[in-house]
Nanobody, 125 residues
Framework: QVQLVESGGDLVQAGGSLRLSCAASGTIFSINRVNWYRQAPGKQRELVASINSGGSTNYADSVKGRFTISRDNVKKTAYLQMNSLKSEDTGVYSC???????????????????WGQGTKVTVAV
């Protein structure tokens, strides 16, 4: 009964900014890693950014310095702030997360890996 829902995708001009949200709902004990992916038309899905439970982040080289991933553990939401957008940033952005449903799951390191449905970002050329 847990799920992730992305929002914030839009049509923007090159150089603009967007902030994507990845909200978790349902009964969750804790969330470990959260990842943002994107898939451009006709291309493979690409890992864009990740953040672990302690706040450590990683970014694809193509977005370093432009994108920032963050999380709000109270709201159970992760964000992807995207600045200086380029046409090559166009694609469907989706998040996934490794979720501990219960304390027992947390102790035993049992994860449920959730995927959102994606939100479309289009950067005008």
């Amino acid at each position: 009964q847990v799920q992730l829902v992305e929002s914030g995708g839009d049509l923007v001009q090159a150089g603009g900014s967007l902030r994507l949200s990845c909200a978790a709902s349902g009964t969750i004990f804790s969330i470990n890693r959260v990842n943002w992916y994107r898939q451009a038309p006709g291309k493979q899905r690409e890992l864009v950014a990740s953040i672990n439970s302690g706040g450590s982040t990683n970014y694809a080289d193509s977005v370093k310095g432009r994108f920032t991933i963050s999380r709000d553990n109270v709201k159970k939401t992760a964000y992807l702030q995207m600045n200086s957008l380029k046409s090559e940033d166009t694609g469907v952005y989706s998040c996934n997360a490794d979720v501990h449903r219960t304390y027992s799951d947390y102790v035993s390191e049992r994860y449920q890996r959730l995927w959102g449905q994606g939100t479309k970002v289009t950067v005008a050329v």
